[in-house]
């Protein structure tokens, strides 16, 4: 007769145990690369719109790293760290590494732990599509497990996520495939690794940030969008970067930054928590602006566009607090719920959609 196994027996793979085991356990300290903001051994994302300077966020991260100066006012792990340039050549990042040295009050020589990686005239992709939905690893990304292993960076900024992910971005098969290899590099070799991206014309209208599949966001540990100040005509330096997303801290952490002379400077009290509305509050909210906006026949849309309501309505006086994310979600929600419509008027050439109360 056959011995039947015990489950404390192995039968393949990492060995099962029981949560009795953490009895009297001391509680190792989270990893954290940037704390409150970027989680260590975990992958994060970086989402900035056009022009905003999301590589010049990348690269002051990696130079703080190497050099143990503070990023953006904020504490950073000290190590070695990869910088994989997919835009720019040597040239154009040896122009922002001197202005960002400059801003640091250090030269390149304290840096020296920074490695960069430019392949703005190679092709940096990392994966190609396979069969059925899959992805294919390519010698690109052999070479950048080589580097990593020999470097042992705290932090991998891949810039960007566009150029290394060789696949289609609005499968949820291939964009969870490409963070789990990341992620698995990132627990085996402890290294942060923080993919950087352009966020959809949806993103960017919503205020979210967000980008093709939404397992871009939901399989990070921690996303953050980087976007101009909303009195951006005012003040077009003025940058604001927002942790939309967060496994291990509170969402809705920000830091007002300001382009300074080529580099990114920390405006002094520029660290703002938002407080998390009801959502049944902000969709009252929404369903009152909307009346009210109608009522006096002020179109709004759906779609985005200057008459776009999220957008309105988080510059109305009377929005109570929400943000302009706030209303997108609550606009979704409403919808479902039926209690707004998009109606179509006029001829075929010249539609013209409008948001209304169901």
Known sequence: ?????????????PRMFSAAEFAGRAIKPRPMLVPGFIPGNQVASIDGDG??????IGIQLCASAASGQPWLGQTVKRGPAIYLASEDDKDEIQCRLEEICVDLKIGLHNVADMKIWPLATEDPALFIPGHNDTLQPTARWAQLQAHVDRVKPVVLVLDSRADVFGGNEISRAQTRGFIAMLRKMAVSQGVAVVLLG????SGMASGSGSSGSTHWRNAVRAGLYLKYAEDRDANPNLRVLELVKANYSATGLSLTIRWSAG?????????????????????????????EYSAQGRPLSDLGGRNYA??????????????????????????RAGRIIGTESGPPTRRRRELRPA
């Open 51 to 56: 022009g905003a300077g999301k590589s010049t």
């Open 1 to 13: 007769m056959t011995a039947v196994q015990s489950p404390e027996e192995p039968i393949g793979g």
């Open 198 to 201: 352009h966020p959809s014309v």
């Open 263 to 291: 580099a990114f400077v920390f405006e002094e009290g520029g660290v703002s928590t938002k407080p998390k509305l009801a959502a049944s509050a902000v969709d009252e909210t929404f369903m009152r602006l909307l009346v």
């Open 310 to 335: 999220p957008a309105l309505f988080a510059k109305d006086p009377e929005r109570n607090g929400a943000t302009k994310v706030a209303f997108a979600s609550a606009m979704t929600r409403l919808f």
